[in-house]
């Protein structure tokens, strides 16, 4: 086998002829070790001899390739479209939004004011309002942390 200086292979008619024949049943990722290719030359040379697979194939690898972490885009469950997950996490928990507007309200009104300072490590800094507790009376009760020290807390609190 031959492969150009830029990286993209010289197919030959009969390893075309072989594509033909293997690409319903194999993944891209497979087709391409196979072949010994790039994906983007595999994507040309499907396009130039217009080498499709069946439609039926298609479904099947999608919704395989799609699950949890068979998912090449799989990031431990941590997304990436960050609006989204906000907005989830706001109908999963109504209470840390009211919570969280409450003290956004209070800081603007001037009724609750922010350190420039952590409470924990004295750090000088901007610190984040960490709520104890979301009950309805208590949504003004934050102890004002740096981010590292808001992050460590966190991971101190029991899974509930």
Not at 111 to 118: D, G, I, K, M, Y
Not at 140 to 156: A, F, I, Q
């Amino acid at each position: 086998m031959r492969i150009r200086t830029r990286g993209q292979k010289h197919w030959t008619k009969t390893e075309i002829t072989e594509l033909k024949s293997l690409i319903n049943t194999m993944t891209n990722d497979e087709l391409c070790k196979h072949f010994n290719a790039s994906p983007q030359s595999l994507s040309k040379i499907c396009k130039k001899c217009h080498i499709k697979r069946d439609e039926l194939v298609i479904r099947e690898m999608c919704g395989r390739a799609k699950k949890g972490e068979a998912n090449n885009n799989w990031k431990g469950g941590i997304s990436k479209d960050h609006a989204r997950y906000l907005t989830i996490q706001r109908k999963r928990y109504p209470a840390h939004k009211a919570a969280r507007n409450a003290v956004y309200s209070a800081l603007k009104k001037g009724t609750l004011t922010r350190p420039n300072h952590c409470t924990l490590c004295e750090k000088p800094c901007t610190p984040e309002g960490h709520h104890e507790s979301y009950e309805e009376g208590k949504y003004l009760d934050v102890v004002w942390l740096c981010k590292k020290c808001h992050r460590k807390r966190h991971e101190d609190l029991p899974e509930s």
